[in-house]
């Protein structure tokens, strides 16, 4: 039908209780627009529940350019308000900062083999007893998901493209150009296991602070895990395969890990500017 658009409280009473309520709750033909949303906003708190300007602190919110404006609006008659972007959202967006040569156009093919032919999805089901995950534009972490299962099932993937030649002609050749050539395929190798490693404390901590009920008495802890995570810097399936490439040779190993680890600084380096404070 469009959209919904639920404005939520949340307060703590009397007793220490944190409760919420869900003020209203709107089905959209269409998406509204910055100052539409703000009449909304002040006709349901001002209006309908008679909030003071002192008694909204925070206005927590997804990091769409629409709920920014709307909120800017409100800050004439709820001066105190806090405006704090979803963690989960900023998070999300960690891996859309990665860089990778290799990987990305092999997700850009490997999803389309998927999206538009239900009979890749059953060969592939076939093949390894395992639905393949679905992906989706606005879900980085589907985008991992999809990429944890390639690795798991990574032995098996050159052999379902290439018994499958009725699938995607065109698709299904450039992905197997990818595994014809050995540096692409080892380069291919480093940066999935690179993204495997370093995604996962993301895509945990994002399912984790998507949550419902008060996670601001555990979300401090929770990305200061994830913060840890990111400065010790524990990446065992990068190793092992650069090990595996290296065959014995240690310089070798090294420098291909550097080279993999470099593909992720950018996302990194994003979540620290954004939660260092």
Not at 87 to 109: A, E, P, R, Y
Request: proline share 4%.
């Amino acid at each position: 039908l469009g959209e919904a658009l639920a404005i939520v409280v949340r307060y703590v009473q009397q007793d220490f209780r944190p409760t919420q309520r869900l003020l209203r709750l709107e089905v959209l033909a269409k998406p509204l627009k910055g100052n539409e949303l703000a009449q909304r906003l002040m006709t349901c708190m001002a209006v309908n529940n008679s909030f003071k300007p002192d008694m909204i602190l925070a206005a927590m919110r997804d990091g769409a350019s629409v709920n920014g404006n709307a909120i800017k609006q409100l800050l004439f008659f709820y001066p105190k308000i806090m405006d704090i972007t979803c963690f989960s959202h900023t998070i999300n967006n960690v891996g859309s900062n990665f860089v990778f040569k290799v990987l990305d156009v092999f997700f850009h093919h490997w999803v389309n083999l998927f999206a538009h032919s239900y009979n890749a999805k059953l060969l592939w089901k076939q093949k390894t007893g395992k639905s393949m995950s679905s992906h989706s534009n606005t879900r980085w972490w589907s985008k991992w998901e999809m990429l944890k299962q390639v690795l798991d099932y990574f032995g098996d993937v050159a052999p379902f493209l290439q018994e499958n030649d009725n699938l995607s002609p065109q698709t299904r050749r450039h992905l197997l150009d990818i595994f014809e050539s050995p540096q692409e395929l080892q380069l291919l190798k480093l940066e999935l296991a690179v993204l495997v490693d370093v995604g996962v404390h993301f895509v945990t901590a994002t399912y984790y602070l998507e949550g419902d009920g008060p996670l601001i008495f555990t979300c401090f802890e929770r990305l200061s895990a994830v913060q840890h995570a990111v400065a010790v810097g524990h990446f065992p399936c990068l190793e092992a395969t650069a090990r595996e490439i290296a065959g014995g040779n240690a310089a070798l190993q090294n420098r291909l890990i550097t080279e993999a680890k470099a593909c992720v600084q950018p996302g990194l380096n994003f979540f620290r500017e954004k939660f260092n404070i």
